[in-house]
RNA sequence: CGGGACGUAGCGCAGUUUGGUAGCGCACUUCGCUUGGGACGAAGGGGCCGCAGGUUCAAAUCCUGUCGUCCCGACCA
């Protein structure tokens, strides 16, 4: 490609409306532009970027075992009503009508699709395993699309669903994509870390989450400092903290007049706010309300409080009436004296307290000397709190490390959720109808390539691996109007692509000044120069991008040197 | 959906307080000159000032509404 051909539009300057680096960098390397709120064109650089981390999940998956289909994006609401999903999604779900009154969505995900076509499709346990995939536009009406490529409304995704006999089959199915997508991130370049994952609303089975290291990110891991143990933080499992043993005081009510709040009850006592415990109030969609109790500097973890209440999806603070009906007092709560029935969770660690301070159901109240093995009575005991940095890891004990990180990746399995509520079955060994056992694979194309651009990246614009680089190797002419140049320039470029170098020429009549802003903002791994010293003396300058290093070659030998270059970057 | 900010040329911005009919830098076009890190000179083209109402002799500027964008909080690839 020559650059007088490529639309390639870079920017002087930083475009206002982004935020996050990878998304300034986008827009200003002319790799993308946006459409409207969460949507986004790619241009050619970009799109070309795009496609080669595509073909890299392709080559990883279809080494898996998977094989590549294409499902429509819309999809009929029948589907999802089958699933239960068509209600149960929510507002996230793009949904439309056509002429005839019938209702689609616009696909968020596809495990309804392909468990249709596959219940249609296959009869027996001999033709599994099966693994399908697609890359595809997906569409999620998120509440607030934000940082470019990072969350967008449209998006590309790869996903893979795997079906199996069997548990262990499916356990196989996973462990192949689990190993295929450490070297899809690997290949791509990226530092990432899987981690334990949630599983959320759907339950069972497990999860990993491949989450790119970068400050920019949203999701937060635990890592344990010494073992390899690492969750998300959702997920990261907590030990109760067992504290110095006292002797029980007793139990005695205080007056803390307007110390509703954590920060205010330890002003007014003048304690430790390790030595409160804390409220949370809870309603979920039916209504149902949930007491939550946990140490005062710690925090309720609602994923973990979901495992423990049945037919919700969400939850939301409570009403203060609902508090006053189940017998609480809003900002002095305690388990002592609450209406029996009520769901109250208290954490691990909070249940270990000695000589605690809890509200007292009663305003302007407080208990002291609470001792909640001793004073709580019909209360579920549960590991329901935020992981903390510091807080220990449950397999070892040593202190865990919270990471920002960006999630590129997910993988889970389902089990027989879809197949049993869609009756997608398969006929055993025996002859016997049995639902399929699957799994779910997701990446993210789009967040992959600006994790990409977060975890590399100078003052100076992007640094692409090798493997995704829009170019592999830039050729610049210092002056494109001296033929000399041009003509050696033009020489290199094509003896380039004889090798199968990814090569681009930058014959533009620019200045060398420009040209090479350009190289660096786009971030073409290896730029060559072409100036007087090549025409006059036959030596050719290889910049790498990388180090910043000048290499100079003698023409007659540089373009070995050159694939020894590409070879160890 | 709540809280905050902003909509003026392709991009980045000034002008709005104190109404008088739109400007700067970059980019773009032509010519000249220049060519190893975003040159220089000359001459040009391009904007119903987000949109709709209102106030006024007169509105980018004041008022009302509306749409859009960005940032902060409840979620996910």
């Not at 690997?186 to 981690?195: A, D, E, N, S």
């Not at 609470?370 to 935020?386: E, L, Q």
């Not at 420009?514 to 090549?534: C, E, H, Q, S």
Request: charged content about 30%; glycine content about 8%.
């Amino acid at each position: 490609m020559r650059a007088t051909n490529l639309y390639a539009p870079t920017l002087r300057e930083m475009p206002s409306d982004a935020e996050l680096i990878s998304h300034k960098l986008m827009l200003r390397g002319g790799f993308m532009r946006k459409s409207a709120n969460g949507m986004y064109n790619f241009l050619p650089l970009g799109w070309k970027v795009i496609k080669k981390i595509e073909n890299i999940i392709r080559d990883e998956m279809d080494k898996a075992g998977g094989q590549e289909i294409m499902m429509p994006i819309l999809q009929p609401s029948e589907l999802w009503e089958e699933s239960g999903r068509w209600a149960a999604y929510g507002e996230e779900m793009m949904r439309l009508k056509d002429r005839h009154g019938h209702s689609y969505s616009l696909g968020p995900t596809h495990e309804e699709m392909i468990t249709a076509l596959v219940r249609n499709e296959v009869r027996s346990y001999k033709q599994l395993p099966l693994m399908l995939y697609q890359i595809q536009d997906k569409f999620r009406d998120e509440r607030r699309p934000r940082f470019g490529l990072m969350r967008s409304r449209e998006f590309i995704m790869k996903d893979l669903y795997s079906f199996d006999k069997d548990e262990a089959g499916m356990n196989i199915s996973y462990e192949k994509m689990y190993k295929a997508y450490g070297n899809i991130f690997t290949r791509v370049g990226l530092k990432y870390r899987p981690v334990e994952a949630d599983n959320g609303a759907i339950g069972g089975g497990h999860s990993h989450e491949f989450t790119a290291i970068s400050d920019a990110g949203e999701s937060f891991i635990a890592c344990c400092t010494k073992c390899d143990y690492a969750a998300s933080d959702e997920k990261a499992e907590l030990k109760a903290i067992i504290p110095e043993n006292e002797t029980e005081e007793e139990l005695k009510k205080v007056p803390t007049p307007n110390a509703h709040t954590i920060d205010l009850l330890v002003k007014c006592l003048n304690i430790p706010i390790e030595k409160t415990i804390k409220a949370v109030a809870y309603q979920t969609e039916q209504d149902e309300l949930v007491l939550v109790f946990v140490r005062g500097d710690h925090d309720v973890n609602e994923a973990k409080v979901l495992h423990f209440v049945e037919n919700a999806r969400e939850l939301r603070m409570a009403d203060e009436d609902a508090i006053k009906a189940a017998g609480g007092c809003p900002g002095f709560m305690s388990p002592i004296g609450i209406k029996k029935g009520t769901k109250t969770l208290v954490d691990l660690t909070a249940y270990e307290m000695k000589n605690a301070v809890s509200g007292a159901n009663e305003v302007d109240t407080h208990y002291t000397g609470v001792n909640p093995k001793r004073d709580f009575k019909n209360v579920i005991v549960a590991d329901i709190r935020m992981v903390k940095e510091g807080d220990a890891c449950p397999r070892c004990g040593a202190p865990f490390t919270l990471t920002r990180g960006i999630e590129v990746g997910q993988v889970f399995t389902l089990g027989t959720k879809y197949s049993e509520a869609m009756k997608a079955t398969f006929l055993d060994e025996n002859g016997k109808d049995k639902p399929f056992v699957m799994g779910c694979y997701g990446i993210g194309v789009g967040r992959t390539m600006a994790a990409i651009i977060e975890q590399k990246h100078d003052e100076n614009g992007i640094i692409w691996p090798l493997s995704v680089a829009p170019f592999e190797v830039v050729v610049v002419p210092v002056n494109a109007k001296n033929e000399d140049q041009l003509k050696a320039a033009e020489k290199i470029y094509d003896e380039l692509r004889e090798k199968n170098i990814d090569a681009l020429l930058d014959d533009r009549a620019e200045r060398a000044g420009v040209k090479f802003k350009d190289a660096d903002l786009i971030g073409y791994p290896l730029r060559i120069t072409v100036g007087p010293k090549t025409v006059d003396e036959g030596i050719v300058e290889v910049k790498i991008r990388k180090t910043g290093d000048i290499k100079l070659f003698n023409m007659d030998n540089y373009l070995s040197e050159v694939l020894k270059v590409l070879e160890d970057l």
